[in-house]
């Protein structure tokens, strides 16, 4: 059976989403959107710790912009791009860049058409008050173990705080190998036994940028568990295809 290709359903899903708007496609399509890669202090303000991997340079904040309304989606490419609404949907995604801009875009278009919400990171103390949420949400999801897809070190902390680090497993490319809260952080190339371990998977919606989304998502499956995306990445995915999101402090 062919993968999912999780991204090309959310893109035909968007355009089935503009084309059903008054005025049609047609008048969207001449919309502007202008996408930049944002700085980190743009991103998230001044944040009382510093290993966020945005600060460290490992990915950067694209931000779309479309009749005023922001969309975003970390990502590893930055740049930055011009056109209209048109030109975005007629992107082939093959590249990184590509992807983020698409994916701010249909993020910054859903907030304008009021179908979804929370689609720009928070900042300052937000990511604090979001660890401290992580805290307290994860002890009431009842699962015995839990895993952690995407190193963010604020959420890893909340989670190890709250159940301990027997309780929890966590995968990330860049830190794989590395110790982290009483953690060893596994290859995400090489985690599949993660899902064999784990009742609830955290997963980054930075997935639906990096092409890992569809993987993951087949062992979410194939061995029937739970999957919470985190982040703002995912925002209009989540509502285009029914995925459960977890974002209390985005803007």
Request: hydrophobic content about 40%.
């Amino acid at each position: 059976m062919n993968r999912r290709d999780m991204l090309q359903d959310a893109k035909r899903r968007f355009i089935a989403e503009i084309e059903s708007q008054d005025g049609g496609c047609k008048d969207l399509n001449d919309e502007m959107v202008v996408s930049s890669t944002l700085s980190s202090r743009e991103s998230l303000g001044e944040p009382d710790r510093d290993d966020f991997p945005l600060l460290r340079g490992k990915e950067v904040l694209m931000q779309a912009v479309f009749r005023g309304f922001a969309g975003q989606a970390f990502t590893a490419a930055s740049g930055s791009f011009q056109g209209s609404l048109g030109d975005v949907l007629e992107l082939p995604l093959q590249s990184t860049f590509e992807r983020a801009v698409f994916i701010s875009t249909m993020n910054a278009v859903l907030r304008w058409l009021g179908l979804v919400e929370k689609t720009v990171h928070c900042k300052n103390d937000g990511p604090k008050e979001c660890a401290l949420r992580m805290g307290s949400w994860i002890k009431e999801q009842g699962a015995k173990r839990v895993g952690l897809v995407g190193m963010q070190p604020a959420l890893l902390e909340a989670l190890v705080n709250a159940l301990g680090p027997e309780r929890v497993m966590v995968s990330d490319l860049a830190d794989a190998g590395t110790t982290r809260y009483g953690v060893r952080v596994l290859d995400g190339m090489e985690s599949s036994h993660m899902f064999e371990d784990c009742q609830l998977m955290l997963i980054t919606g930075s997935t639906l940028a990096n092409c890992t989304i569809d993987g993951l998502m087949e062992n979410v499956s194939r061995h029937e568990i739970r999957a919470v995306f985190y982040g703002t990445t995912i925002a209009g995915a989540a509502y285009l295809l029914d995925l459960e999101r977890w974002c209390p402090c985005s803007i």
